[in-house]
């Protein structure tokens, strides 16, 4: 078992088609065959599988989850970070912090119009840190 921490660029709001950063990242360290588990380090930001192909996805997902979450709720009292944090607290504990995904012959083993996303949640986010666990 291996493990690394991968530290990503500063991402503006939204969702990230991250796939081949990680893969870059982790080309000298995957085996032929296993797992490899990615757990963000972040209450307000978020990984996640889903869609590659169309980006209009990315802008859809975006939407939905500021309808469903919105900010400036008049019962949210976690307020002090700003009117994007508590909701994007509740959108991380929504979609969560880590996945697994199986390699094979090398390679991540993702269904052809599936990627990796990281879920920027914050209007103005830091640097955000994977931790990248191998297990072959």
């Known amino acids: 078992m291996k493990q690394k921490i991968i530290v990503l660029p500063k991402y503006r709001r939204g969702y990230h088609l991250i796939t081949d950063l990680l893969s870059d990242a982790l080309k000298n360290d995957l085996p032929q065959t296993g797992l490899v588990h990615f757990f963000i380090q972040h209450t307000s930001a978020s990984i996640m599988v889903n869609e590659n192909f169309d980006p209009t996805v ?20 976690h307020t002090v970070e700003g009117s994007d944090d508590m909701p994007a607290h509740i959108k991380a504990a929504m979609i969560g912090t880590d996945i697994t995904i199986p390699i094979t012959n090398g390679q991540f083993n993702l269904g052809q ?6 879920c920027e949640f914050r209007n103005k986010a830091s640097n955000r840190k994977i931790i990248a666990t191998i297990i072959e």
């Open 58 to 77: 990315r802008e859809d997902l975006e939407a939905a989850f500021n309808d469903i979450v919105k900010e400036d709720m008049p019962y949210y009292r």
């Open 113 to 118: 119009w599936q990627g990796i996303f990281l």
